[in-house]
Structures are given as C-alpha cells and as structure tokens.
C-alpha cells in the first residue's frame, strides 16, 4: 500500500495539490478545518472558497501573463481551471465565476475521487512525525498554533500583510438611467459579450465629494499587535489609494478610459465599474473596491456612487491580516521547509499572489509531493514557463530581504529568443514571443513527466 500524502487546508491551492497527487495515482489525505473552525473571512465549509473577488484575471493566453498561466494549468489538468471553465461568467477579458458553483465542484469533485480521503478539523501545530509527506496550504488565514508551530522551526517570523474585501450589492438595487452595460474597449472575454460591467458614472464635482467623503469617514482601528503590519500593494483599500492623492483612484480603479457614457454621449471623469458576482446575474461586486471602511459608513459613502443611491448591499467590505513565509530563505526549489524537508508549502502562504496563483503553486507542490512518493525526483517547470517563472521568483529569485507576495508578470521570466535582426521583440510582440515559448516548454515537461511516471 502506498502511504498517503497529507494535505492540510483545502482552499485553492490544498483543492489542486490533492487532486494533482490523486490524479498521479497516489492516496492524499485532505484536512479542512472548516465548519469545525472557520476563519475570520469564510462563510462556508466548501473547498476552494473566493473570500475577495469572484475573478481569475485576464484570460488571454497570448499577451497576459495570468492569462498564460491559466492555459498552462489547464493543459496540466488543473481541477481549479476545470471548474472555473464551467462556471464562468461574463467579465469582457477576464475569466470570472460564480463563486458558490464554483467551489461546490471543487468540492464534489474532491469527495468522489476514490483516492481523496478527506478529515474536517484543525491540525493544530506541526502535523505528526509519522506524516512523512506534507503540503501545508493553509493560506494567508493560516490558524495562530501552526503559525507559531512553524515559526518556532524556523526560526524566522513570518511577515504579513493586510488584505481587504470589496463590497457585494443587488443587481435590482441599481439605477441603469443612471450607470450602463460595457465593457472597456468593448472587450469580450470568457462567457463575455463585451458588455460585461455595469458602469458608475462621476463628473468632475461628484467625484471630488466623493473622495472627500471617502478620507474623512471612520475605518477600521487595528489592534497593537497590527499597527505596523504592511499591506500588500495588490490589494490597497480605496481609501489608503485615495490619501496618496487626489487622481490616484481615477488613474487605478475608477479610470475611465474605454468607456463611452450612453447617456451623454461622452467619457466620463471617472467611473465605478462592477461585475457579475453569480450565475443569476442577481449579486454584482465593486471592482477594486477593496475597502476598510466602518461598515455603516460604507452605505452612507458608496451611495454617493451615481447610480448606487438605492443600493441594497448582500455584503459590505472588510479587512483581515494576512500572513507568508520568507520563502526565499526558508524554501527549496521543490517547495520543501528547508529545516524539515518533509513539509511542504503551498499557494498564499509562500508570498505568491492571487487566486491563479496560489492554484498554481499547489499544482506544482502536489506534482512534487507525488513524484516523491512514487520514487521519482520533482523536475520543475522550465523558467520560461509561468508556473517555474514563479515558482523561481518565491523560492529563491526575489531578494529575501525585501520579500513582498507577487503576481505572476512577463517580468519574472527570462528574455524572449532575439529576432533574425538580432534585437529582442518589444510590447506586444515581446509578450507573444515569451507566450509562445511558454507554451511549447510546458508541454515538454508534462510530456517528460509522464514518461518518467510510465
């Protein structure tokens, strides 16, 4: 009998390592704590929960980094992907879901699997000496007695960072003579008809009361122990943006470029955009909306958004502390704790970045932890790929010093090959080039790891 691999925490990256190591032909043990204990931002004892956005980020394979990595994932067999694919919902470029089909897949799909055992129940400290093969994807909500458990093994702190959540209203809450359908450039994307998000509309004069109305409301008070805690520059509340200057929202979230106001005729200042949050098209999110506001004083504030005045909200935003590993310092290659090789990490709590990413890591974690177990070395994916670019990033090619969680991005990845004029390709045609060599390089190593599995 081969012993099992454990998985410990079942969100998207602990979802996508077990069904890797499943799908190897290796048993995997998946432990959940939920509904046993739940966390300060779940809701639901479901796997692979979207606690923030309902997006996957861009879906084009050819020019996005993100993108690329979701053709990656699913030529590897990526349950996430899977199950995103048949959930999706439109969101012009991007490849959005509704959340709850969503992560009752991943559930289901988890539960039939005749490998997947799985055990509801916090793992509290380091897992047992006898759990000789371990993925801790525990995430950035990683529970106070393992964090402390894996601190005391290394030896080393784990930073952290505060991650906040955007708001939910009802669709039948919003004034369309006011706001409209379209997508920026009118873009389709997956599912998309390039008329995807509903618009808010600002003139100059309302935005400027709103931004007023956004720093002078109450926030959240953080505790002692939070004061000094870095948020992560991904996922900025709107307020932190807007009091690092007055047009900082309208060049980030709030641009207006793409976008043509029907009932004017013309581009606005600038404007709110929100996206279908479920299949019924009932609940939409604020896009970027991430937020810290008190949450009365997000009604009163986000009904100053034209359009929004009558909004009904099915959740209002909120703030919880994150935290990862230096994981240049305390990681190899092959994800394994340094100081005790027999534990693995995976997704958030590595300092990756992003739903697709923390998906990506457990792929590649679960693709290890089987290759072990069956006898095999893990070979990870060629540095031209996305999944090694970020794989190379997080465990050892950003400095250890100035550590921050990171979103894949063309940047991460090795120049492209130099054209027949000798000069490498810039833009857009760059991109492409490193897509294309992506693409080709991952299905040599999944080619190469079937061969060496066989």
Same mark, same amino acid.
């Given at each position: 009998?081969?012993?099992? /691999? ?54 084009? @394979?050819?020019?996005?980094?993100? *993108? ?14 899977? &199950? ?21 897949? /991943? ?39 393992? $964090?402390?458990? +894996?601190? *005391?093994?290394?030896?080393? #702190? ?8 955007? =708001? +939910? ?26 008329? #995807? ?37 991904? &996922? ?21 470029? *793409? ?13 709110? %955009?929100? !996206? ?57 290659? @092959? ?5 005790? =090789? ?9 300092? &990756? ?13 679960? !693709?290890?932890?089987? @290759? ?13 790929? $996305?999944?090694? @670019? ?13 550590? %921050? ?13 130099? *054209? ?19 693409? /080709? #390089? ?13």
């Amino acid at each position: 009998m081969t012993k099992p /691999v454990h998985v410990v925490g079942a969100g998207l990256a602990g979802s996508e390592a077990a069904w890797q190591i499943a799908e190897a032909g290796v048993p995997v043990v998946l432990h959940e704590m939920r509904p046993v204990r739940m966390t300060e931002a779940h809701s639901t004892e479901g796997f692979a929960e979207l606690v923030c956005s309902n997006s996957f980020r861009s879906d084009d @394979a050819a020019y996005n980094a993100v *993108g690329l990595l979701h053709e990656e994932m699913r030529r590897s067999g990526s349950l996430i992907l899977r &199950c995103g694919d048949a959930h999706k919902l439109p969101a012009g470029g991007a490849l959005a879901v509704d959340r709850d089909h969503f992560s009752a897949a /991943v559930t289901a799909a988890l539960a039939a699997h005749p490998l997947v055992t799985i055990e509801r129940g916090e793992v509290a400290g380091l897992p047992p000496a006898d759990w000789d093969s371990v993925i801790l994807a525990t995430g950035p909500l990683t529970s106070p007695a393992l $964090a402390e458990a +894996i601190r *005391g093994l290394t030896g080393e #702190d784990a930073l952290a960072f505060f991650d906040a959540i955007a =708001p +939910i209203v009802h669709f039948d809450t919003i004034d369309l003579s006011k706001a409209w359908f379209q997508s920026r450039y009118d873009k389709a994307g997956p599912g998309g008809t390039g008329k #995807d998000y509903v618009n808010c509309p600002f003139d100059k004069e309302q935005y400027l009361g709103f931004i007023s109305a956004l720093l002078d409301a109450p926030k959240t008070e953080f505790k002692e122990w939070e004061a000094n805690t870095p948020y992560f520059e991904g &996922c900025l509340p709107i307020e932190v943006m807007a009091s690092r200057g007055i047009d900082t929202l309208r060049y980030g979230p709030m641009k207006p470029v *793409g976008l043509t106001d029907p009932h004017t005729g013309r581009r606005p200042y600038a404007v709110l %955009q929100l !996206r279908q949050d479920n299949a019924l098209g009932t609940l939409y999110n604020l896009v970027g909306f991430q937020t810290k506001l008190k949450h009365a004083e997000q009604v009163r504030v986000f009904r100053m958004i034209p359009g929004l005045e009558g909004a009904e909200f099915a959740r209002l935003g909120g703030l919880h502390r994150n935290t990862f590993l230096n994981s240049p310092k305390l990681l190899d290659g @092959a994800l394994r704790l340094k100081a005790e =090789p027999r534990l693995r990490f995976a997704g958030q709590i590595t300092g &990756c970045e992003g739903y697709v990413e923390s998906a990506a890591v457990g792929l590649m974690a679960g !693709r290890f932890a089987a @290759a072990e177990r069956l006898g095999g070395v893990p070979a990870a994916p060629p540095a031209t790929t $996305a999944m090694g @670019a970020l794989l190379g990033h997080i465990t050892g090619g950003a400095d250890a010093e100035t550590f %921050q969680p990171m979103n894949v991005n063309f940047g991460l990845f090795p120049p492209p090959p130099r *054209g027949a004029d000798g000069k490498e390709p810039r833009g857009r045609d760059r991109k492409a080039a490193l897509s294309a060599r992506a693409l /080709v #390089d991952i299905d040599g190593w999944l080619v190469e790891g079937t061969r060496r599995a066989a």
